[in-house]
């Protein structure tokens, strides 16, 4: 059974900086092309990063130099680094495969105040 647990979220004040992990189990994130997802009271799903298994990765412009999306394959983790944060970042991030998309898990809480 595949598992995806995200963490790291919190509050924080407008230009600061978070790093999401997602741990995942029953998938290889080495082996899968990973993306993190953000959703945002009264909207969509949106996929902000993501990284392929080659290690390329494509970012949503609203956070294109700020964002960097990695991957430690021996933890079978993924992060999120978000710097320079903006109150329009606020949203529940979660990750999950791009090809081969798994139960959501319950996601992480990011809030950025102004």
């Known amino acids: 059974q595949v598992q995806l647990v995200e963490s790291g979220g919190g509050l924080v004040q407008a230009g600061h900086s978070l790093r999401l992990s997602c741990t995942a189990s029953g998938i290889r994130v080495g082996s899968n092309s990973m993306g993190w997802y953000r959703q945002a009271p009264g909207k969509q799903r949106e996929l902000v990063a993501r990284m392929f298994i080659d290690g390329s990765t494509i970012y949503v412009d609203s956070v294109k130099g700020r964002f960097t999306i990695s991957r430690d394959s021996a933890k079978n983790t993924i992060y999120l680094q978000m710097n320079s944060l903006k109150p329009e970042d606020t949203a529940v991030y979660y990750c999950?495969?791009?090809?081969?998309?798994?139960?959501w898990g319950q996601g992480t809480q990011v809030t950025v105040s102004s």
């Open positions: 999950n495969s791009l090809m081969y998309p798994q139960p």
